[in-house]
């Protein structure tokens, strides 16, 4: 399996921050290469396309929960820092699907497993998620799901 292309991209970028001397962005990516060694090591093979946008987007969690963490406590330099690093991070994830497109993914997999009730909801959780492959929120398509489903 080769190297995925987000992977290998993030080594560019941390390559051309390197030369520009850029501390802050170098900074960034290198915690997201960490992140990225971390699950080659635990998992002890190299990350695909699929498993390199779920690390990125766990890692945009992980910024998103520090922001909200530093606004509650009233620490502007936190803020503006996270904020910082959440432009940066977000470079590498998927453009996000809008609300429209989702709807007609979530049809489509209501439509593949012929679910009819909330009871259902897992198996077009499970056929929605193959289908969006990183380009919304588990949230966003589990609301998607269940208005759609009347739950």
Do not use: C, H, W
């Not at 290998?8 to 802050?24: G, P, S």
């Not at 170098?26 to 960490?34: N, Y």
Request: hydrophobic share 50%; no cysteine; glycine share 8%.
């Amino acid at each position: 399996m080769s190297k995925s292309e987000l992977a290998a991209r993030l080594q560019q970028e941390t390559v051309a921050a390197m030369k520009a001397r850029d501390k802050d962005r170098l900074s960034v990516l290198r915690m997201l290469q960490a992140a990225f060694k971390q699950v080659e090591v635990d998992t002890r093979q190299e990350i695909d396309e699929a498993g390199a946008v779920k690390i990125v987007r766990s890692y945009a969690k992980k910024v998103k929960d520090q922001l909200a963490g530093a606004e509650s406590a009233g620490r502007p330099e936190l803020v503006a820092q996270a904020k910082a690093e959440l432009v940066i991070v977000n470079e590498f994830l998927p453009v996000e699907l809008d609300d429209a497109a989702l709807a007609e993914i979530v049809r489509a997999a209501i439509a593949e497993t012929g679910a009819t009730s909330p009871r259902e909801m897992g198996q077009v959780m499970k056929a929605a998620m193959a289908r969006v492959a990183g380009q919304a929120d588990g949230g966003r398509v589990g609301a998607a799901v269940k208005a759609q489903l009347g739950g």
